[in-house]
């Protein structure tokens, strides 16, 4: 089989960001997160999907990318409301550091906004469904269990999602959102102290056809994002094509 030079060098660009993501880790485990721990959120339908993603600061820092095919099948969340997703969690007693994923940029957060956001209610609500999940899961629930009932008492939605609204029990202003779409940039946001502490640490991104949830290590344009998923996309379409022609 031939290559053209604009063939190999697209493949030569999605060898190296997947080879970057094969050597990241991935979980697929049963709920139970504790201070300090990345909490993946799948949702919009009736079903919703949780994973822990180990250290905030470490995640953060080196990035990840985690195989979320047992969340995103018929079984599990699915339906006819278009898949929603975010990343939730916190330090623990203290009111921050805490983080959150958002559909927007951190560059268009005003000086308001910033102020509107509550972490008192936020961890409140956080800490609650933490310890909700701790209770269940530390009994003799599934071990494997990843998909929980939008009803279910334990859920994210009854928690922090309550009124459907994407706000985090209503823990920041409601012209953000705590959430993106599946296909769409997700902005992880942190923070640290008074408002104004509020940034952009690192961008996440969930692939509705590699069914991977992927988080660079800083952020980086929407447009580069996407860049990245194509490049793996285009090498998964390049080795089929490789295996018929020989």
């Known amino acids: 089989m031939r290559f053209t030079t604009f063939t190999r060098t697209v493949m030569a660009v999605a060898v190296t960001v997947g080879a970057i993501i094969a050597g990241m880790p991935s979980k697929a485990d049963a709920l139970v997160f504790a201070p300090g721990d990345a909490v993946l959120v799948i949702y919009g339908n009736d079903n919703e999907g949780y994973m822990n993603l180990g250290n905030w600061n470490t995640l953060k820092t080196n990035g990840g990318s985690f195989d979320v095919s047992s969340i995103l099948n018929a079984t599990g969340v699915s339906g006819t409301n278009t898949i929603q997703y975010t990343v939730v969690g916190n ?33 409140t609500a956080l800490t609650n469904w933490a310890g909700a999940l701790q209770a269940v899961n530390g009994g003799a629930g599934d071990p494997s269990k990843q998909i929980y009932g939008k009803g279910d008492s334990t859920s994210f939605h009854t928690y922090l999602n309550p009124q459907d609204n994407n706000l985090l029990a209503a823990a920041i202003p409601g012209t953000k959102r705590g959430s993106a779409d599946i296909d769409s940039v997700l902005y992880l946001l942190e923070r640290t102290g008074a408002a104004s502490t509020l940034a952009g640490v690192a961008n996440g991104f969930l692939n509705s056809q590699t069914q991977m949830f992927t988080v660079s290590a800083v952020p980086i344009p929407a447009a580069a994002v996407l860049f990245a998923t194509g490049m793996i996309g285009l090498i998964g379409i390049a080795r089929r094509t490789q295996r018929l022609a020989v």
């Open 91 to 123: 330090a623990g007693s203290t009111l921050v550091p805490m983080w959150f994923g958002n559909s927007t940029d951190i560059s268009t957060w005003t000086s308001t906004n910033k102020n509107q956001v509550s972490p008192n209610t936020y961890n």
